[in-house]
């Protein structure tokens, strides 16, 4: 069983940062951690993941240069620090593992 808890959306202007953090417990060891977002009226589209081996970011082209993802392993934690942000990027950002999901959190970036 694994566990997440995504926080620290919230609203902002076009050009601000954010930072989100993605607390994990339970069987996690060894798996990828993914963030999505889903904007409304829109599906789910993936934004980044860390490999568990290499702790290796990796990122979907839309946010390549802008966001950032890093990993406090004492804490079980992934942060998903999101700057220069567009109106295009308000959404609803989960964590994931394997099939686990948080509730997500949201992020509203105002023009």
């Known amino acids: 069983q694994v566990q997440l808890v995504e926080s620290g959306g919230g609203l902002v202007q076009a050009g601000g940062s954010l930072r989100l953090s993605c607390a994990y417990s339970g069987r996690t060891f060894g798996y990828d951690i993914g963030w999505f977002r889903q904007a409304p009226g829109k599906g789910r589209e993936f934004v980044g993941g860390?490999?568990?081996?290499?702790?290796?970011?990796y990122y979907a082209d839309s946010v390549k240069g802008r966001f950032a993802i890093s990993r406090d392993k004492a804490k079980n934690t992934d942060y998903l620090q999101l700057n220069s942000l567009k109106p295009e990027d308000t959404a609803v950002y989960y964590c994931?593992?394997?099939?686990?999901w948080g509730k997500g959190t949201p992020v509203n970036v105002s023009s």
């Open positions: 860390t490999t568990w081996s290499s702790e290796t970011p």
């Open positions: 994931n593992i394997l099939q686990y």
